[in-house]
């Protein structure tokens, strides 16, 4: 098996709480800011050397891999190999030997892959991890076709196993493909069918980096069984928030009603206010009494109307009544209707409010 070997060494600063797995810890940095984890509830109670756990990620993001191992780690051989595979594509490697944790200065020997180096001519170039949200096309072909397993898409894989080393060799990688540098991947919907990966990592700009080496090493226990598994899935904030993984973002409290100048006690009231106040009643004021005035005189021709038709009504009945003209009865008659007019004068004037006629 071969594996490159950095020859950067990194000190363990200060870290949030870590998935640990025996004395191997790893977490995954966003932007050189460690990303807190949420537990994967979909894989609770499986094999003890597994764990994993959800990330949040951010498009066009760098991001990388921080390995630590406690100097009282029990190693079964000489070395430990640490694979790191990205969305199911074996992306780096590194041996730490057994001598290197036991001679670190402090408590933990503390390493980090933060992107892919490869030997370009007689150069090397490293480019580093980035997250790019993920475009959805119709069909995905040409030279940015890259095929991605959708189980895998949307992963962070590091798996860890005792090994032997054997010999150093030199190194020997392709040249960078355009599906690989490509700020952003292009998915079909066949490819994430199943799937609720909203982004996948690429590399970005490419940098000067120095000579790596390559190890060859074999397996104690064989290339399946590694004794730590970690798997991280990153997702965007959103699609975190849509998995109940993380609360959604609390909606802000409406502003508070302002309280009417008409509500507020007087002796609150600024100067400016007090004026205000004077002015609004005195246009309510002002528009009111047209207004009652109107609607003062609809009431009395309505009523007129009433009582019009009221007293026509009963003449007409009396006139439709036969009387005979000897005995008198059409004096009488006429009389009655004389008191009926008067009756509804009376109570007409009774009804109608005075009218003030001194401001016309």
Not at 77 to 95: E, K, Q
Request: charged letters at 30%; glycine letters at 4%.
């Amino acid at each position: 098996m071969l594996v490159i070997l950095t020859t950067h060494r990194y000190t363990a600063g200060s870290q949030v709480k870590m998935p640990t797995l025996g004395d191997i810890r790893v977490i995954i940095s966003v932007d050189k800011q460690n990303r807190t984890d949420y537990h994967d509830e979909d894989t609770a109670g499986q094999d003890a050397k597994f764990i994993s756990r959800y990330v949040e990620c951010k498009s066009a993001a760098s991001f990388s891999v921080d390995i630590s191992i406690k100097k009282t780690t029990n190693f079964k051989s000489d070395a430990i190999v640490f694979r790191v595979y990205i969305d199911g594509h074996d992306a780096d490697g590194v041996v730490i030997a057994k001598a290197d944790v036991s001679s670190t200065s402090g408590a933990v020997y503390f390493h980090r892959s933060s992107g892919a180096t490869r030997k370009i001519a007689d150069s090397w170039e490293f480019r580093p991890f980035m997250f790019g949200e993920i475009k959805h096309v119709e069909q995905v072909s040409g030279l940015i076709a890259k095929q991605y397993d959708r189980k895998k898409l949307g992963s962070i894989e590091v798996k860890a196993h005792h090994v032997t080393q054997r010999n150093v060799t030199s190194a020997n990688y392709p040249s960078w493909d355009e599906a690989e540098v490509s700020s952003q991947a292009a998915l079909s919907e066949k490819q994430l069918k199943g799937s609720s990966a909203t982004h996948a990592a690429n590399y970005g700009e490419k940098q000067p980096a120095v000579g790596r080496k390559t190890i060859n090493y074999d397996c104690v226990d064989g290339i399946d069984s590694p004794f730590a598994y970690f798997q991280f899935k990153y997702r965007s904030k959103e699609a975190l928030q849509s998995m109940l993984i993380i609360p959604r973002t609390a909606s802000p409290p409406p502003p508070p009603r302002p309280i009417p100048l008409e509500e507020r006690p007087v002796e609150m009231l600024s100067m400016e206010e007090l004026q205000q106040l004077v002015r609004r009643q005195r246009e309510e004021n002002r528009t009111a009494e047209p207004h009652a005035k109107s609607k003062f005189e609809s009431a009395l021709a309505e009523q007129d109307v009433k009582r019009e038709g009221e007293i026509k009504r009963r003449a007409d009945i009396k006139s439709e009544q036969v009387v005979k003209p000897e005995t008198g009865v059409k004096r009488e008659r006429d009389e009655e209707m004389e008191e009926i007019l008067a009756s509804a004068y009376v109570k007409r004037l009774k009804n109608t409010a005075p009218v003030d006629l001194t401001d016309v």
